[in-house]
Structures are given as C-alpha cells and as structure tokens.
Nanobody
C-alpha cells in the first residue's frame, strides 16, 4: 500500500526528494511519516525522521530539523521527504509509514547513499 521512490547515491552537500505513493484511504484516514535505518550501524534500529498528521501538522526528530522537509499532496496521494545538504551519516534505507486506526503500515524502503 506504500511505495517509496527517489532514493539514490549522491555526494555530500547534495539534495534528494523522496516520494511515497499511497492509497486514497490512507491519505484520508492515517497520519504518515518517514523512518530510516542504516544496517551498517551497530544495533541499527529504525529511527523516526518526521511525521505529518492528517491535518498537516508536522514533527521532526532533532537531527532532521533544518535540512529535512516533509510534505504531502493529497490530490496525488503522495508523501514527500526533501533532504538538503546531505551528510554521509544520512546514509540509510528510508521507510514511509502510515499510522492507521487498524495498524501501522510500512513501505519497502528506498536506499539513500551519501558519499564524501
């Protein structure tokens, strides 16, 4: 139900805009967000990046403030995450999530690799 795209390999300082396509039900019912996970890190966990509520209220984890922007286009049923001034430590698989009344859904993830 969630399909991410837009990842890739970029040099530090570059930008990417990730997309997550979802169903109309999800956009009308669920809060959405982005998590990331870097398997190369010891005890890697999926960490929250940013969320956006159904009425557009956004939150950002501290590391994401200032460089990450979450947005949504309800007409296109698409969630976005724009990342500017990418850093090597941003390298991770980025997952789109939907918190719905019945469950939390996850996308398959999109890889972002940042080189120095």
């Amino acid at each position: 139900q969630l399909v991410e795209s837009g990842g890739g390999s970029v040099e530090a300082g570059g930008s990417l805009k990730l997309s997550c396509a979802a169903s109309g039900y999800i956009f009308s019912t669920c809060g959405m967000g982005w998590y990331r996970q870097n398997p190369a890190r010891e005890r890697a966990l999926r960490e929250p990046v940013s969320t956006i509520s159904n009425d557009g209220i956004t939150t950002y984890t501290d590391f994401a403030k200032g460089r990450f922007t979450i947005s949504q286009d309800k007409a296109e049923n698409t969630l976005y995450l724009e990342i500017k001034n990418l850093k090597v430590e941003d390298t991770a698989v980025y997952y789109c999530t939907a918190d719905c009344p019945e469950a939390r859904y996850w996308g398959q993830g999109t890889q972002v690799t940042v080189s120095s």
